[in-house]
């Protein structure tokens, strides 16, 4: 008799076992000639070779399985197990990725699948539009995207630290716990498309990393999937230095808004500058999105195109 010990790594182990233990209780049945058990992140089974590495396939069929779609129900679970393709559901063209639960996450306005083909098309694409608009949510479910599907070894998030009429400097905690507010939209997306336990586990190996764009002075970030959130804040040289650390089989994406820039009066904002400077420049997309693409309460677009109006008549 041959014995085998499987180590499930970073998959969610509530999804892998299901309520009640329902998916790990069905892997089970499928298998009759062979004794498996489960604890926690380790799988032993004992039994025919030959059973066994069948078994040890289909185990890592349904982990990449659950990565890639955050969810294991009993049908997807027996197609998988049969190799039935037509019972795996969760197969849909324009969703960018699955969230927590199964979330399917897609583009859901006509320029948000235009930030989805520019990034499919350029190393380098700019999203410029009002908030609510989903080009930070949007350009996070590419990143996660890419790394699952191993286009990239890392996520790389930043954000200018300008302070919108608050210093850091009288916020309570270490520096870490300053910003970690301030990037929490960044975070908030993640989560949404990560679970909890991998996300932790992301940011500790540093797979993915969530720091201020000063953080990124020096590098070179290869093989990277980065997004700079915010970008409207930024100056001339943290602009120049930020679109200079791109490295090797790397994709940025530049997200902001020209008309909520919180910088002093007399600095221009590195995100306008940079898009004058660059569209002629091939290889970089530029996306511009509008009131219409708000993908919030719809109450949001109508605030926006009142704020608009009122500014077109002081101009």
């Avoid at 489960?38 to 059973?51: A, F, K, L, P, T």
């Amino acid at each position: 008799m041959n014995h085998l010990q499987i180590t499930l790594e970073e998959v969610d182990l509530k999804v892998f076992y299901g309520e009640y233990n329902q998916n790990f209780r069905i892997l089970v049945h499928h298998f009759p000639k062979l004794k498996i058990t489960g604890r926690d992140r380790v799988i032993s089974v004992s039994g025919n070779e030959e059973d066994i590495v069948v078994f040890r396939k289909k185990i890592q069929e349904i982990t990449e399985y659950i990565n890639k779609y955050n969810k294991l129900n009993d049908i997807a679970l027996e197609g998988i197990i049969n190799k039935n393709e037509n019972n795996i559901d969760g197969k849909f063209e324009d969703v960018i990725v699955h969230g927590i639960g199964g979330k399917l996450i897609r583009a859901k306005t006509a320029n948000l699948k235009k930030l989805v083909e520019a990034i499919e098309k350029n190393d380098m694409v700019f999203a410029v539009g009002p908030a609510g608009t989903g080009k930070t949510y949007t350009s996070v479910a590419l990143a996660v995207r890419a790394l699952r599907n191993k286009e990239v070894k890392r996520i790389v998030l930043t954000r200018p630290a300008v302070e919108a009429g608050e210093s850091l400097g009288f916020l309570p905690g270490d520096l870490k716990e300053k910003l970690d507010p301030y990037l929490q939209p960044l975070y908030d997306a993640l989560r949404d498309m990560i679970s909890y336990e991998k996300l932790d586990s992301y940011i500790d190996k540093g797979v993915i990393e969530i720091a201020p764009l000063a953080f990124m002075r020096g590098r070179t970030l290869d093989e990277a999937f980065v997004i700079l959130d915010e970008a409207q804040n930024t100056t001339h040289l943290q602009m120049k230095m930020f679109l200079t650390r791109m490295g090797e089989n790397a994709r940025f994406i530049i997200t902001g808004d020209p008309g909520q820039i919180d910088l002093p009066k007399h600095q221009k904002s590195g995100l306008k500058e940079a898009v004058h400077l660059l569209k002629e420049v091939k290889g970089i997309g530029f996306v511009q999105l509008t009131e219409v693409d708000v993908v919030r309460h719809k109450l949001v677009r109508k605030i926006l195109e009142a704020y608009h109006k009122q500014e077109e008549i002081e101009e």
